[in-house]
């Protein structure tokens, strides 16, 4: 069996998940995802209509740039512990965000997720 990396990408956001290929969505590639991101500010889930996870922080949190978004997830404040190397090794947590993007790509009940 093939091992599925998430992509990495450089700029804005550093690492995504292309959930077009169900191989790419897996514990690992929500550990890395999570691990990506910095608790030093608010940060966001989102899903492009194009079917790309990334986190978002910052300004582009909440309703801010929502423009292409097929769905995100409600805004994790910052210094709460959702992402970051701790979030990512909470294996429940990291199921948890799994099960998030599984069970609403591609076709979420609202572009707006705050119960998962």
């Known amino acids: 069996m093939r091992h599925c990396q998430p992509v990495l990408m450089t700029g804005e956001h550093r690492v995504q998940i292309d959930l077009n290929n169900p191989e790419n969505l897996t514990l690992a590639a929500v550990r890395q995802l999570l691990a990506s ?3 030093d500010e608010h ?11 990334y986190i978002s922080s910052g ?4 309703g801010v740039d929502i423009d292409g ?6 805004t994790w404040a910052k210094g709460s512990g959702y992402v970051g190397n701790v ?3 909470d294996e429940v947590w990291v199921t948890q965000i799994f099960n998030a993007l599984k069970q609403n790509w591609p076709k979420p ?3 707006y997720i705050d119960i998962y």
């Open 87 to 89: 979030a990512a090794s």
């Open 43 to 53: 940060t966001q889930l989102r899903v492009t209509r194009a079917g790309i996870a």
């Open 59 to 62: 300004k582009a949190v909440g």
């Open 37 to 39: 991101a910095s608790d």
């Open 69 to 74: 978004l097929l769905f995100r997830l409600e």
């Open 109 to 111: 009940p609202f572009d």
